[in-house]
């Protein structure tokens, strides 16, 4: 029996009243796993015109959608049955509308649409004074704080449902309670907590919702690793993870999977935490669950960073970035789709400049965004930055609070400048150090009349011939991140009162992205070098050595060029690290390294091949010259006393093994091969050599 023989009363009442639609909401509740009956709905809704019941099909649709994790389909399911009720101006359905986007926006980690949409929703119940609603998004208002981790917010808001009057169904109780039991165990009383989600399960259990079996454990598991209860915490999780998987509940199944996984590294447990790690992600990629994968990219980056794994930690930071910028994208798009065009031609022309403005801002923020150089980052701006504001003068600033001092990237007319200010104790004696010290904007129209607002002296930057700044009206705004301040940024023109507080927005915008970019490049950075030097030695990491000799020898080979390698080693170095330790073993390798690296040229490449081994590679030498280097490293050293400290002298020898690249050598391994057989060869003998083919 097909679907309008089945429900032949059901439409012919919806068709005469749309209102009727409530009978098919419990029919598509009750079939919850099958989607013909929305399907077969909406097909009537379009056949017979029927706007509202149309509208609601796409609500369901939503939901549908949502419970399958599949959250941009949900989205753009409740969207189109918001611009419907609105086009019907039904507010009662623009009232559903909001709470479907207030929860899809919330768990794919737009909590800025989440937001917005919630307190649209909100609105629209109490100019309806739907008390009910009302409460339902006030909940999800507050889940969505939790998730954004301002959980002070999120308490405050869930706390305001106590003035209503109002009876809370089951579920909303539910709900309530799960959301106040995350807050304390974030910001309060963990045994508190575990009241909250005791008094939830005996509700649970006459409604049996699975979702909220999973968040039930899955709190529970947090709870219990607040109070250092390892074991029961992770049977709690297991539990969850079990019924998540057993319901095919993807979502609910990674999410507890992430708190498995912080568990696992909490009790040193990182392979466990890794594997978890790598699941989610597989399944996370799957169903598009960027909020998710982006998260455990973040963990996995600092698993490898943390087990010196450079290459992966960079791989999975880079990773993080992509979904970072996407999830960014995902929300401009959003809000350039909420722009309506359809006002009076002033009102238009409003929009269109806002439009335009914020366009911009996306672009210039994406490139941002996208670079790991802060060179790169100044240049940006710098090309940029007149689109927006009138500027002379725009400069950047990179804190490094270990250091105390800031590094200026000023860059104006034909002028480019990088300076370098070490700061002094609490001293604020320039509008950079105020900016930072305080992590305060600074706005001024007249920089000689208005510099006293903030320090004590007009700084020597800004003072012209006649000891007066040529710069009248300047911006300065802290890059911070994380609550952290990691520079400052900076516009500055020969006019007075060039800039006003929008001026200021777009700029705090700006630098917004930029304590981002440079966050992200800082990073970057120190991965990359982690990954490319040995942190010891200051040479090349053996992947990197070996990677340029592979690179060296089919350039070579295909010029007919010739190349050299030596394969140095340590005599007897396990004798140092026997007698005096590792600390002063690892202090003689050092200064051996600084050594060798004074007796090769600026065009030579050498990198750490083992724990004491060392690869030279020579580009244009042959054996001949390549003997004449090894023997003044060989000879070098072993004329050197190395001074360990604390009175420890010690003399160290090497022995070399070099090989000239030949036709024969079928690739740089070979070529390795040989200079190692030739090493091999002077430790076989009274060492201190250098030997060749």
């Known amino acids: 029996m097909d679907f309008q023989q089945k429900y032949a009363d059901e439409l012919k009442k919806l068709k005469e009243n749309e209102d009727y639609i409530e009978v098919f909401r419990l029919i598509i509740f009750k079939h919850s796993h099958d989607k013909e009956v929305i399907d077969e709905l909406m097909k009537f809704s379009k056949e017979n015109n029927l706007s509202k019941v149309r509208a609601w099909a796409y609500y369901y649709l939503g939901w549908y959608h949502f419970e399958r994790s599949y959250y941009e389909k949900a989205a753009e399911s ?45 609105s629209l119940c109490e100019e309806t004074d739907n008390k009910k609603a009302i409460v339902t998004l006030l909940i999800n208002t507050g889940i969505n704080y939790i998730q954004m981790k301002n959980f002070k917010k999120g308490k405050d ?22 959301a106040l039991a995350e807050i304390e165990i974030n910001i309060g009383d963990p045994y508190l907590a575990l009241v909250h989600i005791d008094g939830v399960m005996k509700m649970e259990e006459e409604l049996r919702v699975t979702s909220e079996i999973c968040e039930i454990h899955k709190l529970k598991g947090t709870a219990y690793a607040k109070l ?3 074991d029961i915490a992770e049977q709690e999780f297991k539990t969850s993870y079990d019924f998540a998987n057993e319901n095919d509940l993807i979502y609910e199944k990674c999410a507890v999977a992430l708190e498995w996984a912080k568990l696992c590294i909490l009790v040193g447990r990182k392979q466990k935490a890794t594997e978890e790690l790598l699941e989610i992600i597989e399944n996370c990629i799957n169903k598009k669950i960027k909020v998710l994968l982006r998260e455990a990219y973040h963990m996995l980056y600092k698993i490898h960073k943390d087990s010196d794994k450079p290459y992966e930690a960079l791989k999975c930071l880079e990773e993080y970035m992509l979904i970072d910028d996407e999830m960014y994208d995902y929300e401009q798009n959003q809000l350039m789709a ?42 940006i701006i710098d090309e940029e930055i007149n689109k927006l504001i009138n500027t002379d003068y725009f400069g950047i600033a990179v804190y490094d609070k270990n250091l105390d001092q800031a590094t200026y990237y000023f860059v104006g007319e034909n002028t480019k400048i990088k300076d370098v200010k070490h700061f002094d104790g609490e001293d604020i004696s320039s509008f950079g150090s105020y900016c930072i010290r305080n992590k ?66 777009t700029l705090k915008i700006l630098a917004n992205y930029s304590a981002i970019a440079i966050e992200n490049a800082i990073n970057y950075k120190r991965v990359e070098d982690k990954a490319t030097y040995d942190n010891l030695t200051s040479f090349l990491t053996k992947f990197e050595i070996v990677r340029l000799g592979e690179i060296i020898y089919e350039r070579h080979k295909i010029n007919n060029l010739k190349f050299s390698v030596a394969m140095i080693d340590l005599d007897n170095f ?54 004449d280097v090894a023997e003044r490293i060989r000879k070098t050293i072993e004329n050197k006393i190395f001074d360990l400290g604390d009175g420890i002298l010690v003399s160290i020898t090497l022995s070399i093994g070099v090989h000239e690249f030949k036709e024969v050598d079928k690739s740089f391994l070979d070529v390795l091969k040989k200079a190692d057989k030739c090493l091999y060869s002077a430790k076989g003998s009274s060492r201190n050599l250098v030997i060749c083919n």
């Open 78 to 122: 409740f969207l189109i049955s918001n611009d419907i009720f609105n086009l019907l101006d039904y507010k009662p359905g623009l009232i559903y509308a909001c709470n479907g986007l207030t929860n899809v926006y919330c768990q794919m980690g737009q909590f800025n649409l989440a937001n917005e949409w919630g307190l649209k929703g909100i």
């Open 157 to 178: 808001i869930l706390n305001s449902i106590e003035i209503i009057e109002c009876v809370l169904t089951k579920r909303q109780q539910i709900s309530l309670n799960l």
């Open 228 to 230: 250092n209860l390892y």
């Open 338 to 379: 909420k722009m309506n065009f359809k006002h009076t031609k002033r009102e238009a022309d409003q929009y269109k400049s806002l439009y335009d403005r914020t366009e911009l801002l996306s672009n210039i923020g994406q490139k941002i965004l996208s670079n790991l150089s802060i060179n790169s980052i100044v240049k």
């Open 440 to 505: 305060k904007d600074i706005i001024i129209g007249d920089v000689n009349k208005e510099y006293k607002k903030y320090i004590d002296r007009l700084p020597s930057g800004f003072k012209g011939t006649e000891g007066k700044s040529e710069m009248k009206s300047v911006i300065y705004t802290p890059l911070i991140i994380n609550d952290k301040v990691v520079g400052l940024m900076s516009v500055q023109s020969s006019e007075e009162s060039a800039y006003d507080l929008n001026d200021l927005n």
């Open 574 to 627: 396990k004798n140092v690290n026997d007698s005096f330790g590792h600390v002063y073993g690892d202090k003689a390798l050092s200064m051996v390294a600084d050594t060798i690296s004074k007796c090769i040229r600026n065009t030579d490449y050498i990198g750490r091949y083992g724990g004491d081994e060392f690869l030279l590679i020579c580009p244009g030498l042959g054996e001949p010259e390549v003997i």
